[in-house]
C-alpha cells in the first residue's frame, strides 16, 4: 500500500511542485558546497601529475560533466518510458527536462576534452578518442529527442513519441560507445592517448569523487527547478496554479 | 505466416506500381559516388583509399531516402488505421514492411554496388565481401530507417528530420561496414566485423518492428 | 461543450413506439450479459454472440478543446447507436474513441469488459471500424484489396458474390485510383464486411452512396444486427437508419 501510495502521490502536480519548491534549496546549497570543496581540493591541494603537469586538473570538470550527461540521458529514458507506459505527465515533464540539462552537460564535456586535447595532442579535437567521439554521438542523439518532441504541436503526442525515440536511443548508447572504442583502437598510434586520468592516487581521488557528487546535486538542482516549471507551464489552466500565482501575488 | 506473406505481398505489389517511387534511392547511390571523384581527386591512389567510405556514406544515405513514404502513404489514406485494428500484430506487419523496403532499396543497391566498387578501383577479390557486407548492413539500415519514419510520420513534413534522428544511429554498421571491406581489399578476413554486421542486423530487426508499432499508435491519435 | 446526461438523447428502442422515451442510461437487461467468443470460423455469416459496448463518463477533447463530457451508455447485443451532431461536434473523434484508436480525456470505453485501447492492440479483434477514408490501397485493385483485408482479419467470404451486392463487377478489377467516389465507398464497406466482428463502427458510411448503396448498407445492418451484432454508426442523414436505432447521441 505504501508503494502505491507514493506512486499516487507522484502523479499529482501540485504534491510535485511542492516537494521540488521544498527539496530545491537544501539540495542547491549542498551542490554549492560540494562543488566548492572539489575544486579547492582539485586546484590546491592535489598534486600535480608528473607526466602531465597541472594540466590534467581539467579532470575535475571534464569526467564529472560526462558522467552526468550520460546518467541524464539514462534518466531521460526512464522517466520517459515511465510516462508511455503509464500516462503519467509527470514523467513526462521529467524527461522534458532532463534533456536540455543533459545536452549541455555533454556539451561542457565535450568542450573541457577539447581545452584538455590541445596541450596532450596539439589539437583541439582528436578523433581516435573514442570517449569524446562517443560523447559527440550522445549530443546529437539528445538534439534528436529534443527537435523530435519540439516538431509536433500536440504536446502529449511529441512527448509520446519522443519516449520511443528516447528509449530507442538508450539501448543504441552502449552499442555505439563500444563499437567507436573499437574502431578507435584500429587507427590508434602509439602517440595518441586517451584522455585518460593520470594513475590516481587518494589525494586526487577525493576531489574527483566530491565534484561528481557536486555535479549529481547540482544536476538535480537544475532538474527540480526546470519540472516545477514544465508543471507551470501544462497544469497552467489549473485551479492550484491560478491560486498559486494569485496567493503570491496578493 | 499467412499475415506475414500477405503483408510482404501486398507492399511489394505497391512497390512495383510505383516504381518511380522506389528507383531514386538506386539513382541516388549512384549519383552520389559519381559526384565523390569531383570533389576528391581522379587519381587511383585517392579513389581507393577514399572509396570504401564513399560507397557506404552513399548506401546509407539512399537507403534513407525514399523512406518517407514507408508508413506516410499507409497514414495518409487510412489502411494505416486499419493494420493497427486488425488482429494482426502490428510489430509484425511493421516488420513486414521492412522486409519489403528491403527487397525494394537494399536489395538493388547489393547488386549494383560491385559496379560503383570497380569505379573507384577497389580490387576484384574484395567485392564478394563488400557485397556480403552490404547484405548484412541493409537490413540493419532498412530497420533504422523504419523507426526514423514511424517516429515522424505523425509530422507534416518528417522527411528531414529523420535523417537526423537516425544518422547516429547508423555509426556502429557504418563502422563495421567499413572495416569489413577494408579488410577485404587488404586481402585479410573480414569475418570479424561481418559476424558482427550479422549480430546488429538481428538485434535492430527484432526491435525495431516494437519501437515502430508503438511510434506508429502514438502519431495515429 | 454539451454535457451529456439526460438530456439531449432521444431514445427509441427496437420496435417500441416513437413517442416512449428512454433515458439514455442503461437498463440492464434481466441477467443478461453475453460474452463475446472469439469465434473466427471463416465465415462472417454465422450468428456470433456479441458483448456489451460500455461507455463509462467519456470525456473527449481535441487538442486543448473539450468537446463534450459525461457520456454514459451501454450497448448491448442486437442494438444499433447513432451519432448526430453538427461538424466540429467531435463525432468522428468519438468514432475513434470508441475503436481504440485514441484515448478519452477521462472516462473509459470497455467492449465485453476489455478496454477497447487493449483490443486495438489486436488481442482480440471483435470491432470493425470504417472511418471517414477509406482505407483503400489506390494502387491495388478492387479486388487485390478486399482479398487483403481477408487475409489480414481472417475472415472468408465469398467475393464474386460481395462483388456483385456491392454493384463493383465491372471495376473489381481496376485499381482503386481509377473509382469514382461512390464506388471506393462501396468497395471500402466491401473490405469491412468482410471481417467477422461482433462491433460494426461506422463513420458517415453514406458518403458518397446513391440510394441504392444507402439500402444496401441498412441491410447489411439490419442482418449484423439480427445476427447479434452491435453497431455505432455517425451520421448526418439519421432518418435513414433512425427507426432501427436503439439509442441516439446528439453531440
Not at chain 1, 126 to 141: G, I, Y
Not at chain 2, 160 to 166: E, M, N
Not at chain 3, 77 to 97: D, I
Amino acid at each position: 500500500m505504501g508503494l502505491k501510495r507514493t506512486f499516487h502521490l507522484l502523479g499529482s502536480p501540485p504534491t510535485v511542485y511542492r516537494l521540488a519548491g521544498l527539496l530545491g534549496p537544501w539540495v542547491g546549497i549542498a551542490a554549492v558546497i560540494l562543488i566548492a570543496a572539489g575544486t579547492y581540493g582539485g586546484l590546491v591541494l592535489a598534486p600535480p601529475d608528473y607526466l602531465q603537469g597541472d594540466g590534467f586538473r581539467i579532470i575535475y570538470v571534464h569526467v564529472p560533466s560526462a558522467y552526468i550527461g550520460l546518467m541524464a540521458y539514462e534518466l531521460m529514458a526512464v522517466a520517459a518510458s515511465v510516462g508511455f507506459i503509464w500516462h503519467m505527465k509527470i514523467a513526462h515533464a521529467v524527461a522534458v527536462s532532463a534533456a536540455p540539462v543533459g545536452a549541455s552537460f555533454t556539451f561542457l564535456a565535450l568542450v573541457t576534452g577539447a581545452v584538455w586535447g590541445k596541450p596532450m595532442w596539439g589539437t583541439y579535437w582528436q578523433w581516435a578518442d573514442a570517449r569524446l567521439v562517443s560523447e559527440l554521438v550522445l549530443l546529437f542523439l539528445y538534439l534528436g529527442v529534443m527537435l523530435l518532441r519540439a516538431s509536433f504541436d500536440d504536446r502529449d503526442k511529441g512527448d509520446r513519441v519522443s519516449a520511443v525515440l528516447a528509449v530507442v536511443g538508450v539501448v543504441n548508447v552502449p552499442i555505439i560507445h563500444y563499437s567507436v572504442e573499437w574502431w578507435s583502437t584500429l587507427h590508434q598510434g602509439p602517440t595518441i592517448a586517451q584522455l585518460d586520468a593520470p594513475s590516481i592516487t587518494m589525494d586526487m581521488l577525493v576531489p574527483l569523487l566530491t565534484m561528481i557528487a557536486g555535479f549529481t546535486l547540482c544536476f538535480a538542482w537544475l532538474i527540480l527547478k526546470r519540472v516545477q516549471a514544465e508543471i507551470l507551464d501544462r497544469e497552467s489552466r489549473a485551479r492550484w496554479v491560478e491560486q498559486l500565482v494569485t496567493g503570491a501575488s496578493a | 505466416m499467412s499475415v506475414f506473406t500477405s503483408m510482404l505481398e501486398r507492399d511489394l505489389k505497391l512497390a512495383m506500381r510505383r516504381w518511380s517511387e522506389f528507383a531514386t534511392p538506386l539513382i541516388f547511390f549512384v549519383i552520389i559516388s559519381s559526384l565523390f571523384p569531383f570533389a576528391l581527386s581522379p587519381e587511383v591512389g585517392a579513389l581507393r583509399a577514399a572509396g570504401t567510405g564513399v560507397l557506404w556514406i552513399a548506401a546509407l544515405l539512399s537507403s534513407l531516402l525514399a523512406l518517407d513514404g514507408l508508413f506516410r502513404t499507409d497514414m495518409d489514406d487510412g489502411s494505416m488505421e486499419q493494420l493497427i485494428l486488425s488482429p494482426a500484430s502490428l510489430g509484425l506487419l511493421v516488420f513486414a514492411k521492412i522486409c519489403a523496403h528491403w527487397v525494394v532499396s537494399g536489395l538493388p543497391l547489393i547488386l549494383i554496388a560491385p559496379v560503383l566498387a570497380l569505379s573507384f578501383y577497389l580490387p576484384a577479390e574484395s567485392l564478394p565481401t563488400l557485397m556480403f557486407a552490404l547484405l548484412l548492413a541493409t537490413p540493419t539500415l532498412s530497420a533504422l530507417a523504419a523507426i526514423g519514419a514511424a517516429l515522424t510520420v505523425g509530422l507534416r513534413s518528417g522527411g528531414t528530420l529523420i535523417g537526423l534522428l537516425v544518422l547516429p544511429l547508423t555509426a556502429p554498421v557504418l563502422i563495421f561496414g567499413t572495416r569489413a571491406t577494408d579488410m577485404a581489399v587488404h586481402g585479410e578476413s573480414a569475418l570479424g566485423p561481418l559476424y558482427l554486421l550479422g549480430a546488429l542486423a538481428a538485434f535492430s530487426l527484432s526491435l525495431a518492428p516494437l519501437a515502430s508499432a508503438a511510434a506508429i499508435r502514438v502519431s495515429v491519435e | 461543450m454539451a454535457s451529456l446526461g439526460q438530456t439531449g438523447a432521444e431514445v427509441n428502442a427496437l420496435g417500441r413506439p416513437e413517442n416512449e422515451r428512454t433515458c439514455l442510461h442503461y437498463r440492464p437487461l434481466q441477467g443478461q450479459w453475453p460474452r463475446y467468443s472469439a469465434d473466427h470460423s471463416g465465415c462472417p455469416l454465422s450468428h456470433v454472440s456479441g458483448a456489451t459496448l460500455a461507455v463509462k463518463n467519456v470525456e473527449i477533447a481535441r487538442g486543448e478543446r473539450r468537446l463534450f463530457a459525461g457520456l454514459d451508455f451501454n450497448l448491448a447485443s442486437g442494438q444499433l447507436a447513432l451519432v448526430t451532431g453538427p461538424n466540429g461536434a467531435g463525432k468522428t473523434t468519438l468514432m475513434r474513441t470508441l475503436a481504440g484508436l485514441r484515448m478519452p480525456s477521462a472516462g473509459s470505453v470497455s467492449y465485453g469488459d476489455v478496454p477497447v485501447s487493449r483490443i486495438a492492440r489486436g488481442l482480440t479483434a471483435p470491432i470493425a471500424f470504417q472511418g471517414h477514408v477509406d482505407g483503400l490501397k489506390k494502387d491495388l485493385t478492387v479486388a487485390e484489396n478486399l482479398a487483403f483485408s481477408a487475409a489480414l482479419w481472417g475472415g472468408e467470404g465469398e467475393m464474386g458474390a460481395l462483388a456483385g451486392e456491392l454493384d463493383l463487377e465491372d471495376c473489381f478489377a481496376r485499381q482503386v485510383r481509377f473509382l469514382s467516389a461512390g464506388q471506393r465507398r462501396r468497395a471500402a464497406l466491401g473490405c469491412m464486411r468482410l471481417r467477422p466482428a461482433t462491433l460494426w463502427l461506422l463513420d458517415e458510411p453514406l458518403t458518397n452512396l446513391d440510394t441504392r448503396g444507402a439500402g444496401l448498407v441498412a441491410a447489411w445492418l439490419d442482418a449484423h444486427l439480427e445476427r447479434g451484432g452491435s453497431a455505432v454508426v455517425a451520421t448526418h442523414q439519421p432518418d435513414k437508419l433512425a427507426g432501427r436505432a436503439a439509442i441516439e447521441v446528439d453531440l
